[in-house]
């Protein structure tokens, strides 16, 4: 039985990312179904749409849109996680004497470029985008 804790722990954690990453998008387009459906059945039965029926799925359809202001936010979030990451790192790799200074061997600062880099591109595609919210 000891033996199985190790691969629940990893089912466990891959399994929270997914759910945190799948969840919400199969929310958004069962939603997004319904409202077909519903918008559908009221034009096959003849009915009128309100305007405001009407507005609100056109609004749906353009939100997605990347803005400039959306990849800054995007970029400085990931930028952050990075830094903060890569400070952890140093900070933890420091150890119990600080007079060493800090041990810059950790696998953790390495990883933290990967948002950094992220951060970076996102920033850097904010300049190139024509869409303004």
Avoid: H
Avoid at 28 to 44: G, L, P
Wanted: no cysteine; aromatic share 10%.
């Amino acid at each position: 039985m000891e033996d199985f804790i190790p691969i629940f722990a990893i089912f466990a954690v891959f399994g929270s990312i997914t759910a945190i990453v799948v969840g919400p998008s199969y929310l958004k387009s069962k939603e997004r179904r319904e409202m077909q459906a519903t918008v559908r059945a009221a034009i096959d039965k003849g009915q009128p749409l309100p305007p405001e029926v009407i507005e609100a799925l056109g609004k749906e359809a353009t939100r997605n849109l990347p803005s400039r202001t959306r990849d800054i936010r995007r970029g400085i979030i990931w930028l952050a996680v990075g830094v903060g990451m890569a400070a952890f790192s140093i900070i933890n790799d420091f150890g119990d004497d600080w007079s060493d200074g800090p041990n810059l061997d950790g696998s953790l600062l390495g990883i933290s470029a990967i948002p950094i880099t992220i951060g970076l591109a996102f920033i850097v595609l904010s300049f190139f985008n024509k869409n303004r919210d």
